[in-house]
């Protein structure tokens, strides 16, 4: 796995643990020399992961839409920055330049990206792994929803195991490096 799309929080949260190991992420991303895509910002979690992989050397691409840009909270330090019209082509560009997906904690913009990719792999438009950094037991609830999807019916077993949670980054990034996606959705 070469790069690495990030989607997380433009907030610290209200536990210092999410800053802290999204900071572990972005170093043993580095240590990995997995380049980290993520929304550009230098804010909240989204700008602590990215300064610690450039910290430790890393490559960092970012992606924002120019109405954020213009807001000045692009990081200005990145190994590459693009800059894009439209929150959809945001989520296409990282899409492009990433071999998975990963999601720290972060409010309804993470989960719509997250899920939008998770979506994209069930339906066969790609075969890269999707997981949750489970962060002081943040994605916890949705762990029970994903089993609960399941117990209804609404999702098969097969793709429910599609998404990879852990709550360390190195146990994370090992699994996403043995991942083998599931058969290709059929109705």
Same mark, same amino acid.
């Given at each position: *796995?070469?790069?690495?799309?990030? =989607?997380? @929080?433009?907030?610290?949260?209200?536990?210092?643990?999410?800053?802290?190991?999204?900071?572990?992420?972005?170093?043993? !991303?580095?240590?990995?020399?997995? %380049? !980290?895509?993520?929304?550009?910002?230098?804010? @909240?979690? /989204? @700008?602590?992961?990215?300064?610690?992989?450039?910290?430790?050397?890393?490559?960092?691409?970012?992606?924002?839409?120019?109405?954020?840009?213009?807001?000045?909270?692009?990081?200005?330090?990145?190994?590459? !920055?693009?800059?894009?019209? %439209?929150?959809?082509?945001?989520?296409?560009? /990282?899409?492009?330049?990433?071999? @998975?997906?990963?999601?720290?904690?972060?409010?309804? +913009? %993470?989960?719509?990206? =997250?899920?939008?990719?998770? %979506?994209?792999?069930?339906?066969?438009?790609?075969?890269?792994?999707? +997981?949750?950094?489970?962060?002081?037991?943040?994605?916890?609830?949705?762990?029970?929803? =994903?089993?609960? /999807?399941?117990?209804? !019916?609404?999702?098969?077993?097969?793709?429910?195991? /599609?998404?990879? *949670?852990?709550?360390?980054?190195?146990?994370?990034?090992?699994? =996403?490096?043995?991942?083998?996606?599931?058969?290709?959705?059929?109705?």
């Amino acid at each position: *796995m070469k790069s690495l799309a990030v =989607f997380c @929080g433009s907030s610290p949260g209200a536990s210092e643990a999410y800053t802290t190991e999204a900071i572990r992420f972005g170093k043993e !991303l580095a240590k990995r020399h997995i %380049t !980290l895509v993520y929304g550009g910002s230098r804010v @909240g979690i /989204m @700008g602590a992961v990215a300064d610690a992989v450039l910290n430790e050397g890393g490559k960092v691409i970012g992606v924002i839409p120019q109405f954020l840009e213009a807001k000045e909270i692009s990081h200005k330090g990145l190994t590459e !920055l693009h800059t894009v019209e %439209t929150m959809h082509e945001r989520k296409a560009k /990282m899409a492009e330049l990433a071999d @998975g997906f990963v999601a720290l904690p972060g409010g309804t +913009g %993470t989960l719509e990206e =997250f899920f939008e990719v998770l %979506t994209w792999a069930q339906i066969g438009l790609h075969q890269k792994p999707c +997981g949750l950094l489970n962060i002081n037991d943040y994605y916890s609830p949705l762990k029970n929803l =994903f089993e609960h /999807m399941v117990d209804q !019916l609404f999702i098969q077993e097969k793709f429910r195991s /599609m998404v990879i *949670m852990e709550s360390e980054p190195t146990e994370l990034l090992d699994r =996403f490096h043995q991942y083998i996606p599931p058969a290709v959705k059929s109705f």
